[in-house]
């Protein structure tokens, strides 16, 4: 494609600006919403290989975060322990004790707090939400294990998730593209200088043209930076 030309060229060929800023104007603004979007894109795919090259797969992953439990009908049995804060959340698990409201010990503005036979979550409004593990009806020999939930929610997890990414890569392109934009009628002041010093009158649109071109060092720079990030 001729923009990855264009790109390459925005770096290493200045004589491309004269070609750029003879453009139409609906393939300069072709280039603004397509530089964004191959953000978006390339920073995903590294993103997912990273996910994979790391977890394998979406059960490890969950595996990882979600401690290893059996729920029966006598209640919750989780050797993990834990009594600690984590931003702005207290986190309380310990499977060894039943829950008793006059005892809990309320340490930040969001409090979870998991024992044998219910888990309870304080919000930062004061607001109670409780499951009693007497609600999924559990009788005799019947048991529920994380393997056997992580299989049961991972279809949900998966479509829940989709959903969010999908939502959030349509607001941060818009904020890209913007952001962009902006960047670039910044831009126009330096380089109307430098176009002064260099004895050329040239329009404001043609102006505004080269102050979009001149983003795409920075922005590919960055781009590289973010997934990166996402390797490391």
Do not use: C
């Not at 029966?72 to 986190?91: C, F, T």
């Amino acid at each position: 494609m001729r923009i990855f030309k264009d790109i390459f060229d925005s770096i290493f060929n200045m004589e491309a600006y004269n070609r750029f800023i003879q453009y139409k104007g609906s393939r300069k603004t072709a280039y603004i919403f397509l530089l964004p979007l191959f953000r978006i894109l390339f920073v995903a795919l590294v993103a997912v290989m990273s996910f994979f090259s790391h977890y394998k797969s979406i059960d490890n992953y969950m595996q990882s975060v979600i401690p290893d439990f059996t729920l029966s009908a006598s209640g919750l049995d989780m050797e993990e322990k834990v009594d600690d804060v984590y931003g702005n959340v207290y986190i309380y698990i310990n499977t060894d004790e039943t829950m008793d409201k006059n005892e809990l010990y309320y340490r930040e503005a969001n409090n979870l707090f998991v024992f044998k036979d219910a888990i309870l979550l304080r919000d930062s409004l004061g607001k109670d939400a409780e499951l009693d593990f007497k609600e999924f009806g559990l009788t005799g020999n019947e048991s529920v294990t994380r393997d056997e939930f992580i299989d049961n929610m991972k279809p949900t997890v998966i479509a829940v998730a989709m959903t969010i990414i999908v939502i959030l890569a349509i607001f941060y392109y818009i904020g890209m593209v913007l952001a962009y934009v902006l960047t670039a009628l910044l831009l126009v002041l330096a380089v109307k200088a430098v176009a002064k010093k260099m004895g050329k009158n040239l329009s404001d649109g043609k102006d505004f043209a080269i102050a979009l071109y001149a983003k795409t060092a920075t922005f590919t720079l960055t781009t590289l930076i973010i997934a990166i990030n996402w390797i490391l």
